[in-house]
């Protein structure tokens, strides 16, 4: 059991937050994906981000995408991220571009050593790893991102039912058949369908939802077998056949380091058509749609799994998905099932990000809700900030479009507010308002 409720957890994170003000911490460099900086400890230092975009202490290095020059402007406006001018590199492939220019090299060695900075290392891959040895850093660098392996490992949806049937508990996992031969397909479908169940899923190990995964009625066992046929063509070998329930989806997020298991917080998933991602809510106070034993639960068995994960040498960012199922006029608290793990920055990362910030300015009750939409009539950034108008983010609240990279097509916003129906309606306006 973990010693402290969740409750508590909230007010040490606080008590924390506030600590980490009053410190002196050693300054880093941060390499991860493009967000309004995640600060998984209170640092400050030069910060190189996957998409095309390098930010120094007090400097911003960016490459030559349409619209990230203007992104980094906009969130230095608005008081997110370091502070500093903008730099343009001459390249959209900014790795490539200082691998290429030994004076580039040369001037970022120099920033660094110029501030008596460090390296840590918050990448997803071999290529960030590559990068660094090129130019010369990867002897300073300070791993903080899971190895290859382990994060493989880690997203393996048939590897984590595996994992909980031979070190914890089946039942922590839906009832499922892992199956690696076409011919045992029907054979699960029809064990997965006698099942006290509400559906049939179907899912690849390997890829995302939107593409992998279908559920299917009970009496439509040749559509999933169709299905599943399907998935084995395109070269899965190992098909998931489980047993599906009418559900609210969640999100757990840690913080795993060699010596320390942190845990970051609760988000609620925005799931259409049962299956696709649409976004996250957070909360700094409310439990969102959880009681108090369901969080317990959750929290206690994501702690188990972390620590599991950890003790194999996992290290970096860690969401565990789970669902909460609850039978019509059900009184007492749902049955909670893990589903996936994320090796890897997530949707839930963005909102914990600003929170994250937000508690760093003494902001300490908000709630934000995340999605996307497809905005009409926006070429460019600044076009997008003009349309959404007075809803943008003031510094306590408002909306915040992010993943510039997005754009034209598509653009995921971020609205933030004191509770989650007023963040909650403060997206849905701005998705109006960029004709969505």
């Given at each position: 059991m973990l010693t402290c409720s969740f409750h508590n957890q909230i007010s040490q994170n606080k008590k924390q937050q506030r600590k980490d003000q009053k410190m002196n911490a050693t300054r880093s460099l941060h390499i991860h994906d493009v967000v309004p900086s995640f600060p998984l400890e209170s640092v400050e230092g030069i910060e190189a981000y996957n998409w095309r975009a390098l930010l120094l202490k007090g400097d911003k290095v960016v490459g030559e995408h349409p619209c990230l020059y203007d992104y980094l402007t906009w969130l230095k406006e608005i008081g997110i991220g370091n502070n500093?001018?903008?730099?343009?590199?001459?390249?959209?492939?900014?790795?490539?571009?200082?691998?290429?220019?030994?004076?580039?090299?040369?001037?970022?060695?120099?920033?660094?050593?110029?501030?008596?900075?460090?390296?840590?290392?918050?990448?997803?891959?071999?290529?960030?790893?590559?990068?660094?040895?090129?130019?010369?850093?990867?002897?300073?660098?300070?791993?903080?991102?899971?190895?290859?392996?382990?994060?493989?490992?880690?997203?393996?949806?048939?590897?984590?039912?595996?994992?909980?049937?031979?070190?914890?508990?089946?039942?922590?996992?839906?009832?499922?058949?892992?199956?690696?031969?076409?011919?045992?397909?029907?054979?699960?479908?029809?064990?997965?369908?006698?099942?006290?169940?509400?559906?049939?899923?179907?899912?690849?190990?390997?890829?995302?939802?939107?593409?992998?995964?279908?559920?299917?009625?009970?009496?439509?066992?040749?559509?999933?077998?169709h299905f599943a046929a399907k998935l084995w063509a395109k070269g899965n070998r190992t098909i998931i056949i489980e047993a599906g329930y009418r559900h609210d989806s969640f999100s757990t997020q840690w913080e795993i380091r060699p010596s320390e298991l942190r845990f970051i917080g609760f988000s609620q998933q925005i799931i259409s058509q049962g299956r696709i991602y649409q976004g996250s809510i957070i909360s700094s106070d409310s439990l969102l749609n959880l009681s108090l034993a369901e969080a317990t639960l959750a929290q206690e068995r994501c702690?188990?799994?972390?620590?599991?994960?950890?003790?194999?040498?996992?290290?970096?960012?860690?969401?565990?998905?789970?669902?909460?199922?609850?039978?019509?006029?059900?009184?007492?608290?749902?049955?909670?099932?893990?589903?996936?793990?994320?090796?890897?920055?997530?949707?839930?990362?963005?909102?914990?990000?600003?929170?994250?910030?937000?508690?760093?300015?003494?902001?300490?009750?908000?709630?934000?809700?995340?999605?996307?939409?497809?905005?009409?009539?926006?070429?460019?950034?600044?076009?997008?900030?003009?349309?959404?108008?007075?809803?943008?983010?003031?510094?306590?609240?408002?909306?915040?479009?992010?993943?510039?990279?997005?754009?034209?097509?598509?653009?995921?916003?971020?609205?933030v507010d004191s509770d989650v129906r007023a963040a909650n309606f403060r997206l849905e306006e701005a998705q109006e308002l960029l004709g969505n």
């Open positions: 500093g001018d903008v730099f343009p590199v001459p390249s959209n492939a900014l790795y490539e571009c200082i691998q290429d220019d030994p004076n580039l090299q040369r001037q970022l060695r120099q920033w660094i050593g110029a501030r008596g900075l460090h390296v840590r290392l918050f990448a997803r891959g071999l290529a960030d790893q590559l990068f660094l040895e090129h130019v010369g850093l990867l002897s300073q660098a300070e791993g903080f991102n899971p190895h290859l392996d382990l994060a493989d490992q880690a997203n393996d949806k048939a590897f984590l039912r595996k994992v909980l049937d031979e070190h914890f508990d089946p039942r922590w996992a839906p009832f499922n058949l892992i199956v690696n031969r076409q011919s045992e397909i029907m054979s699960a479908i029809k064990k997965i369908a006698k099942h006290d169940c509400d559906f049939i899923v179907v899912k690849a190990p390997h890829l995302a939802s939107g593409e992998g995964m279908d559920f299917f009625p009970l009496e439509q066992q040749m559509s999933a077998a702690h188990d799994l972390a620590l599991w994960y950890q003790s194999r040498g996992y290290v970096g960012t860690f969401g565990i998905d789970f669902i909460v199922v609850r039978r019509p006029g059900q009184k007492h608290d749902g049955e909670l099932f893990l589903l996936e793990i994320n090796g890897r920055v997530t949707g839930a990362t963005y909102p914990f990000s600003v929170g994250r910030q937000l508690a760093d300015q003494g902001i300490f009750e908000h709630a934000i809700a995340t999605s996307s939409c497809h905005p009409k009539r926006v070429e460019d950034w600044r076009t997008l900030v003009k349309k959404l108008g007075s809803k943008i983010f003031n510094g306590r609240y408002g909306v915040i479009p992010f993943l510039p990279n997005l754009l034209p097509s598509k653009i995921a916003l971020m609205a």
